[in-house]
């Protein structure tokens, strides 16, 4: 992929809009969230500002910048990192004893679903966007519609492989806009769908995205970006063909190669040629809410999160961990060098992950679609000093622990394999977060999750 330096116009990523938007432009979003489409937005100027607004919210720390990655780690600890923070509320996840009144958990409900609401709010008013921008705004639309809805469901609801999709309560689906006051009520007081429906939705709006954004897009997504996605949401669904496909495609859209050390692919300043999805921060602007807990305070963090030994020992003989040259280590201490940097970008989804996704599937179908298997293993292996072994299901698992370490990726794959996480089974009522209080309140009539 030819890298672009300046982290602001590099095509092949999705940068959070906001970055690049005057705070004028806030100014002129904000207030759209307590009105309706057709009276707020009714020019084009208007709805590309909301647009703005989504991305503004999708980036933040409760959500992209830091929670969506944070907590899964947290939930899915498993012996592999330990919290030594003060603060009480990730105590509660990485403990499994997670109170209805936490503070992260509602944070990332509630900002969910107002970058959901600000995302429908842009949707119902496509029609006055000018006819060449038209495609492009619906299709980012659809795409953070459809990203939240996904992000929200794997928390909060039972995991599409425990085989009831079709019957378990999902998330409230929030496909039309609703004007109250930063969206922190999910959706009129409306019933959960099934986790099936919400899936079902999530891959339509994917779907429709992949076909309404360009491949270049400057700052916005774009179709690598979405079917970067797809890839995930697929994989969660068992659905290995569509999976396969979707990160081929995703492959093939971005360009994207492999950054020849490890050790530089994060914490970056700008953009690496491997970063397919990444936000976007400066020390002028964005969050990278990961630093605050992952990284020491000689690092601008709090140190809180720490990597245990048995971890340690593992990922360094996958060659991602201790090393005598600072410049390579992945671990300094029992802290993870993947956060170091509070203005580095936060990765979404880098290259290696799209290519263990493929080997996994192609395994999984016996085909060699993009590439066989083995190439795509030895690939990831290959970058990191590793010698070349046998392409199994087992071993392209645990090629994605070691290289995903600490991404956020760790919980949702155990799930999806129906792996147990400390002990619990990949369905446990321990392992799904609650329904925030301050939603049962607003409505009572909605069922909280087992076990809370």
Not at 299 to 312: E, K, L, Y
Not at 334 to 348: C, R, S
Not at 436 to 443: E, R, S, T, V
């Amino acid at each position: 992929m030819k890298q672009i330096k300046n982290k602001y116009i590099n095509y092949f990523m999705v940068i959070i809009a906001y970055l690049s938007f005057s705070c004028e432009d806030y100014v002129e979003v904000e207030p759209l969230n307590t009105l309706s489409a057709s009276s707020a937005l009714n020019s084009n100027e208007k709805v590309i500002g909301a647009l703005n607004g989504v991305y503004n919210t999708m980036s933040s720390t409760a959500l992209l910048g830091g929670d969506l990655i944070f907590v899964p780690e947290l939930l899915a600890a498993d012996g592999r990192i330990t919290f030594g923070g003060t603060f009480n509320d990730p105590r509660q996840i990485i403990n499994k004893q997670i109170l209805t009144t936490n503070s992260r958990v509602n944070n990332i409900f509630n900002v969910g679903y107002s970058t959901i609401n600000r995302a429908n709010l842009v949707l119902e008013a496509i029609d006055v966007v000018n006819e060449a921008d038209r495609d492009r705004v619906e299709g980012e639309a659809l795409f953070a519609r459809a990203l939240i809805h996904f992000e929200l469901v794997k928390l909060f609801a039972k995991p599409y492989s425990d085989g009831n999709a079709s019957t378990n309560l999902g998330i409230v689906l929030k496909t039309e806009a609703s004007p109250f006051n930063g969206g922190d009520i999910a959706s009129d007081c409306n019933a959960r769908s099934t986790v099936e429906q919400v899936y079902d939705r999530v891959l339509a709006d994917l779907t429709a995205a992949s076909t309404l954004v360009p491949s270049n897009n400057g700052i916005y997504a774009n179709k690598a970006t979405v079917n970067a996605v797809l890839a995930r949401v697929y994989l969660q669904t068992g659905n290995y063909a569509g999976a396969r496909d979707a990160a081929n495609n995703a492959i093939n859209d971005s360009g994207a190669s492999l950054v020849p050390t490890y050790r530089f692919a994060f914490a970056q300043d700008a953009n690496t040629s491997e970063d397919i999805f990444s936000i976007q921060v400066s020390e002028i602007d964005g969050v990278n809410g990961m630093n605050t807990f992952w990284a020491p305070s000689v690092q601008g963090g709090r140190g809180d999160v720490r990597i245990t030994d048995p971890f340690t020992n593992f990922l360094t003989s996958q060659n991602r961990g201790l090393n005598a040259n600072s410049n390579v280590a992945m671990i300094i201490g029992n802290y993870t060098t993947k956060w170091y940097n509070q203005f580095g970008n936060v990765q979404m989804v880098r290259l290696p992950e799209l290519l263990l996704t493929r080997a996994e599937a192609n395994l999984e179908l016996g085909t060699s679609v993009g590439a066989t298997p083995q190439q795509d293993l030895d690939a990831v292996r290959t970058r990191v000093g590793l010698p070349s072994i046998a392409a199994t299901i087992n071993s392209v698992l645990t090629e994605r622990i070691s290289e995903l370490a600490f991404e956020g990726q760790y919980l949702h794959d155990f799930k999806r394999r129906q792996f147990t996480i400390e002990g619990f089974s990949f369905d446990a009522n321990e392992l799904v977060l609650p329904i925030p209080q301050n939603q049962i309140n607003a409505c009572p009539d909605t069922q909280q999750n087992a076990g809370y």
